[in-house]
């Protein structure tokens, strides 16, 4: 069975350890399933060595190739183009998590300095 990419609804996010700390950018097609992750310290590598477990940042995607590109592209921003991405709908980096299903244990909160 061929998978077909196309069909599928996919996320590009944003995670950070804090507001205006460390960013991560990733890409899934299952935005509660890979915050959970985040949040929980499931994940390996660079998001649970910095902690990056308040997701600020979220957007949609219809096929697996714009997200991907998008993805790409967003790694090489500047660090401040990221940061009014980032603000220009979450003015105040409040966690996103509940948004999409996805409970702490601390409840949702905001990402503070």
Same mark, same amino acid.
């Given at each position: /069975?061929?998978?077909?990419?196309?069909?599928?609804?996919?996320?590009?996010?944003?995670?950070?350890?804090?507001?205006?700390?460390?960013?991560?950018?990733?890409?899934? @097609?299952?935005?509660? !399933?890979?915050?959970?992750?985040?949040?929980?310290?499931?994940?390996?590598?660079?998001?649970?060595? #910095?902690?990056?477990?308040?997701?600020?940042?979220?957007?949609?995607? @219809?096929?697996?190739?714009?997200?991907?590109?998008?993805?790409?592209?967003?790694?090489? #921003?500047? !660090?401040?183009?990221?940061?009014?991405?980032?603000?220009?709908?979450?003015?105040? #980096? /409040?966690?996103?998590?509940?948004?999409?299903?996805?409970? !702490?244990?601390?409840?949702?909160?905001? @990402?503070?300095?």
């Amino acid at each position: /069975m061929h998978y077909d990419h196309q069909e599928k609804t996919l996320y590009v996010y944003i995670a950070t350890d804090q507001r205006n700390g460390t960013l991560y950018t990733g890409t899934t @097609a299952d935005i509660s !399933r890979r915050t959970d992750e985040h949040v929980h310290g499931k994940c390996r590598g660079f998001s649970k060595d #910095w902690r990056t477990d308040i997701l600020v940042y979220v957007e949609e995607h @219809a096929s697996f190739d714009s997200a991907k590109k998008r993805e790409k592209r967003l790694k090489h #921003w500047k !660090r401040d183009w990221k940061v009014r991405l980032i603000e220009a709908t979450n003015r105040t #980096w /409040m966690d996103l998590s509940s948004r999409v299903g996805v409970n !702490r244990l601390e409840g949702n909160r905001p @990402a503070t300095d």
